[in-house]
């Protein structure tokens, strides 16, 4: 089995910066992507970024590009999100997604999900 924990979310100012991780355990074979994906408050789950971790290919939706930066540590098993320019609409909860196998055919495992609010 896999697990996924997020960290590093929690209460910053607007124009501040974060950054998340995903750490992820267990009996992995290979990871194929990672994902980041939020939702806020009354909204549906949106994706964020995706990165191939392979070879570290990136992928944003408009509300990350060019504020958000998504990264890996392959021989960790760790994802980052790095969000800077904060604004209040950013404030959701943060969950990390990943396309892992174990034996034979990859799974889709997620994380708990972490809790980012962006106010003064």
């Known amino acids: 089995q896999v697990q996924l924990v997020e960290s590093g979310g929690g209460l910053v100012q607007p124009g501040g910066s974060l950054r998340l991780s995903c750490k992820a355990s267990?009996?992995?074979?290979?990871?194929?992507?990672m994902n980041w994906y939020r939702q806020a408050p009354g909204k549906e789950r949106e994706l964020v970024a995706d990165i191939n971790w392979n070879d570290g290919d990136s992928f944003y939706t408009d509300v990350a590009k060019g504020r958000f930066t998504i990264s890996r540590d392959n021989a960790k098993n760790i994802m980052y999100l790095q969000m800077n320019s904060l604004k209040p609409e950013d404030t959701a909860v943060y969950y990390c997604?990943?396309?892992?196998?174990?034996?034979?055919?990859?799974?889709?495992?997620w994380g708990q999900g972490t809790q980012v609010t962006v106010s003064s």
């Open positions: 997604r990943g396309s892992i196998a174990t034996t034979g055919i990859p799974y889709d495992y």
């Open positions: 267990g009996s992995i074979s290979r990871i194929n992507h």
